[in-house]
């Protein structure tokens, strides 16, 4: 695929309109809200909110029913909706005492008041000259949403043709925004090159709920099986980058019967907490777990440049910041916190021997995020693979850099095996 203007990404929606009101327009279809033009950055399910007061601006809409329609059959709390209300009034401008848009009416509900016009979306009907066919295929993006086993909204997107490659949800992803991304264009280019490709964003993460109540391994495990049961994938190869190689690792444990193969990247079995054997480094990984918590939560750009640094170290200072500033689109300073925690502690050492599938292990000889200590710890844990050590000093290989190319030809040989 080229990334070019014209390059299209749908969202299945509820109704496929656009909505006008003031300065703002909300896509529906896409779950899109910008403002002058701009996109406003919005946490999903704030989207979600938005868009049901929005569509169904002819009455008040009782509390009960938003509840309702954020908790999907789950318990949610008044409190949490007061949240979700006051997220989605900030997006529009609206304050709990300024209601220019959504008026709170006592002891009955919310009603949105805006004055709002509506145009529907209509889908391209050209036909698809035969010669065109694979490079629209691949620029054609479709994004659905699914409930994993706790009831948690997992959005999922499948591009391209050919045979199937799943890659499992790691921290940073934005379904909507990554293909754009300097980050991670290059990653869609790659992998849906003469492939079907099958991702999907972490919950907690860009299109995905923002605030599941569990995040634990278990939980990200039933994450990637709703989306395969989805999509409707009854075998398939597994690709796991960095903490989603613990969860691609999990998964091929427990569901040999569907992994062909696993490939992982910049991966590691034991987190940073877990994988510390002294005292000395136990203190040494407490302190750098300490100062993330202090980072994440002031959102001081010196600790975000670090941060930024340990992923790609051999970029310059302003793709830290482009680094950084992409971040805060994918998710919450909450959840940052939460991930860093969260994956800090995971571990998956004691099942990597019932990975069964031949693996792959790809690894930057000079990684600046997860030592290549931890893929020697990969292969000498899983029975039936192969350790690729390339020469790099970032967590995600970049577009530029040789071992980008040698990934993708180690990949493709694997694969055609």
Not at 96 to 112: A, K
Not at 160 to 175: C, D, S, Y
Request: net charge neutral; aromatic share 8%.
């Amino acid at each position: 695929m080229s990334l070019r203007s014209g390059a299209s990404c749908t969202v299945r929606g509820v109704d496929g309109a656009v909505y006008h009101f003031g300065q703002y327009e909300l896509d529906t279809d896409r779950r899109r809200l910008s403002h002058a033009g701009q996109q406003v950055r919005v946490e999903p399910q704030a989207v979600d909110l938005l868009c049901h007061l929005v569509r169904h601006r002819d009455r008040v809409v009782p509390g009960s029913e938003l509840i309702g329609l954020m908790g999907q059959g789950r318990t949610v709390s008044e409190a949490a909706l007061a949240t979700c209300l006051r997220t989605a009034r900030q997006a529009i401008g609206d304050t709990g005492t300024r209601q220019e848009f959504i008026r709170t009416v006592r002891r009955r509900g919310y009603q949105f008041v805006g004055h709002a016009t509506v145009a529907p979306v209509v889908p391209p009907t050209a036909p698809v000259a035969a010669s065109s066919t694979a490079s629209a295929e691949a620029d054609h993006e479709v994004i659905r949403f699914c409930r994993s086993a706790d009831g948690t909204r997992i959005a999922y997107a499948t591009a391209g043709e050919g045979p199937p490659l799943v890659k499992t949800a790691n921290w940073m992803t934005h379904l909507d925004l990554d293909r754009t991304t300097p980050m991670w264009a290059h990653w869609f280019d790659g992998l849906t090159r003469g492939r079907r490709l099958v991702r999907y964003d972490e919950r907690g993460c860009g299109l995905s709920e923002w605030v599941p109540a569990r995040f634990t391994l278990d939980d990200l495990v039933d994450d990637l099986d709703s989306v395969v049961g989805s999509v409707g994938l009854a075998r398939f190869p597994l690709l796991g980058v960095s903490q989603g190689g613990a969860v691609a690792v999990a998964y091929a444990a427990r569901h040999p019967e569907r992994v062909s193969r696993l490939v992982l990247t910049a991966a590691y079995a034991r987190g940073q907490m877990v994988r510390a054997d002294s005292a000395a480094e136990r203190d040494a990984a407490e302190v750098d777990l300490n100062i993330a918590r202090a980072g994440w939560r002031s959102q001081d750009s010196s600790f975000l440049r670090y941060f930024a640094s340990q992923f790609l170290a051999d970029s310059t200072p302003a793709e830290w910041d482009a680094f950084a500033a992409y971040q805060r689109q994918t998710t919450s300073p909450a959840n940052g916190l939460r991930f860093i925690e969260e994956f800090a502690r995971i571990d998956v050492s004691a099942i990597a021997h019932r990975v069964t599938c031949p693996t792959l292990i790809i690894h930057a000889r000079d990684d600046a995020r997860v030592p290549v200590s931890q893929a020697l710890e990969l292969a000498a844990l899983i029975p039936d693979s192969r350790l690729v050590l390339l020469e790099s000093r970032n967590h995600l290989f970049t577009a530029a850099e040789p071992a980008w190319p040698a990934f993708l030809s180690h990949l493709d040989t694997f694969l055609s095996e």
